[in-house]
């Protein structure tokens, strides 16, 4: 099933840019990685290429990034950021991101991290300043 992760302005809802997901296989337990061509993913991930090596993604208060299941146009899960209520405007279809939300996660622009899932997947949103491409975050 092909997806499409969104980025998202939470200022006014706007889409930044998105990536197609829509080859190779996602396995259960496995890793996906969306990254800049200059970011080493080890081969045991899947990985797809934002079109610039900086500022693919918005890092503003509020922002978001919305994963999104292309057949039945489901939000399979979003991530948000330094700030709340965020909305996405989808073609003029308004869907609140409200429930995905961490306000209190930010980047402080002055550590070296990430926004992640502490533990993967089932976590809350954290701050990780250990970079883990392809691998468990930290």
């Not at 900086?54 to 489901?74: I, K, M, R, T, Y």
């Not at 980047?107 to 809350?124: I, Q």
């Amino acid at each position: 099933t092909p997806y499409t992760l969104y980025a998202v302005n939470g200022g006014n809802g706007a889409t930044l840019g998105s990536v197609l997901l829509n080859a190779g296989t996602w396995v259960a337990g496995g890793y996906l990685v969306v990254a800049s061509a200059n970011v080493v993913v080890p081969p045991s991930a899947l990985s797809f290429t934002f079109a610039g090596n900086q500022d693919q993604l918005q890092n503003g208060a509020p922002d978001a990034v919305v994963l999104v299941e292309l057949a039945s146009n489901a939000i399979i899960d979003a991530v948000t950021y330094e700030g709340a209520d965020v909305v996405w405007d989808d073609a003029g279809t308004l869907r609140p991101l409200n429930l995905f939300q961490e306000p209190s996660v930010a980047d402080n622009n002055a550590t070296v991290g990430s926004l992640c899932r502490l533990p993967d997947a089932t976590g809350p949103q954290a701050f990780c300043t250990t970079l883990t491409p392809g691998t468990a975050n930290q």
